[in-house]
C-alpha cells in the first residue's frame, strides 16, 4: 500500500513565486517513489510565527491520516532548530516520517533519523547559546544601572495615594483616577497602617 503524503509549502508574501517551484519539486518526488498525495498544504505569511497551517498538519499527524509529511526545505517547515527538533520527535513518535528535499533528510531511513537525532544535539546548543547570551545581557544592564523589570509605578504615587485616602476616597477610585492597581494602593495603603500603627504602640486594624 502506497504511503500517504501531505505536501507543505510556505512562502513569504513577497516570494510567492516559489510556490509553483517548490510544489513541482515535491510531486514528481513523490511519483519517484511510488507515494500518493492526500494533502496538499499552501502556507503564505511574512511572520515567523505565523503557521496556522502547519499546525492543522501536525493535527492529521496525531490523527494518523497521513503517513509521510514532506516540504522543500527545513527552514519552510521550522522557525528555529529548536522548534524543528521538537517537531520530529512529536511526529517520529506518532510514527510519522519526515521529508526535506533541499537537505535531503528522509525519517522514512536510518541515516535520516540519525540526522535528526543530530538536530536535536544542535537544538540544546542553540538554547544554550541564547541563555547564556540573555544572562550576559542582563549582567551588562545591571553594571550600567539599568533598572530590569516592570517599573514600579504604584510605589512612586505612594504619597499621592495616602492624600487621596485622607481625602475620603475609596481605594477603588484612588486606582481609577492614577491609572494603578487596586492590589497595589491596597498594599500601599496597609504598610501605611503598619507604620502608623507602629509609631502608635499598638496594633494594626484589619
Same mark, same amino acid.
Do not use: C
Given at each position: 500500500? *502506497?504511503l500517504? +503524503?501531505?505536501?507543505y509549502?510556505?512562502?513569504?508574501?513577497h516570494?510567492?513565486?516559489?510556490?509553483? &517551484?517548490? %510544489?513541482? *519539486? !515535491?510531486?514528481?518526488?513523490?511519483?519517484?517513489? /511510488?507515494?500518493?498525495?492526500?494533502?496538499e498544504v499552501r502556507e503564505?505569511?511574512s511572520?515567523s510565527?505565523?503557521?496556522?497551517k502547519?499546525?492543522q498538519l501536525?493535527k492529521? *499527524?496525531?490523527?494518523?491520516?497521513?503517513? +509521510?509529511?514532506l516540504v522543500?526545505?527545513l527552514?519552510?517547515w521550522?522557525?528555529?532548530?529548536?522548534d &524543528? *527538533?521538537?517537531n520530529?520527535?512529536?511526529l517520529n513518535?506518532? /510514527?510519522?516520517a519526515f521529508?526535506?528535499l533541499?537537505?535531503? &533528510?528522509?525519517l522514512?531511513?536510518?541515516? /535520516? =533519523?540519525?540526522?535528526?537525532?543530530?538536530?536535536?544535539v544542535?537544538?540544546e546548543?542553540?538554547r544554550?547559546? &541564547?541563555r547564556? =547570551?540573555? !544572562?550576559? /545581557?542582563l549582567?551588562?544592564a545591571?553594571?550600567?544601572?539599568?533598572?530590569?523589570g516592570?517599573?514600579?509605578?504604584?510605589f =512612586?504615587?505612594?504619597r499621592?495615594?495616602?492624600?487621596l485616602?485622607?481625602?475620603? %476616597?475609596?481605594?477603588?477610585a484612588?486606582?481609577?483616577?492614577l491609572?494603578?492597581?487596586?492590589?497595589? +494602593? =491596597?498594599r500601599?495603603l496597609?504598610?501605611?497602617e503598619? +507604620?502608623?500603627a507602629?509609631?502608635?504602640g499598638?496594633?494594626?486594624?484589619?
Amino acid at each position: 500500500m *502506497a504511503l500517504r +503524503v501531505a505536501l507543505y509549502a510556505r512562502v513569504s508574501t513577497h516570494d510567492q513565486q516559489t510556490l509553483p &517551484l517548490q %510544489l513541482r *519539486a !515535491m510531486k514528481e518526488y513523490i511519483k519517484q517513489r /511510488g507515494w500518493s498525495v492526500v494533502e496538499e498544504v499552501r502556507e503564505i505569511g511574512s511572520g515567523s510565527l505565523q503557521r496556522p497551517k502547519r499546525e492543522q498538519l501536525m493535527k492529521m *499527524a496525531r490523527q494518523k491520516t497521513i503517513d +509521510v509529511i514532506l516540504v522543500w526545505r527545513l527552514d519552510r517547515w521550522g522557525r528555529s532548530v529548536a522548534d &524543528l *527538533a521538537v517537531n520530529l520527535k512529536e511526529l517520529n513518535e506518532l /510514527g510519522i516520517a519526515f521529508v526535506s528535499l533541499t537537505e535531503a &533528510l528522509d525519517l522514512t531511513t536510518p541515516s /535520516g =533519523r540519525a540526522m535528526a537525532g543530530l538536530l536535536a544535539v544542535f537544538a540544546e546548543f542553540e538554547r544554550e547559546i &541564547l541563555r547564556e =547570551r540573555v !544572562m550576559a /545581557g542582563l549582567a551588562q544592564a545591571r553594571t550600567e544601572g539599568i533598572q530590569l523589570g516592570r517599573p514600579r509605578t504604584a510605589f =512612586r504615587l505612594q504619597r499621592q495615594i495616602r492624600e487621596l485616602y485622607g481625602q475620603g %476616597l475609596s481605594k477603588a477610585a484612588i486606582a481609577r483616577q492614577l491609572n494603578v492597581g487596586r492590589t497595589s +494602593v =491596597r498594599r500601599i495603603l496597609a504598610i501605611k497602617e503598619e +507604620v502608623d500603627a507602629a509609631t502608635k504602640g499598638r496594633k494594626p486594624e484589619h
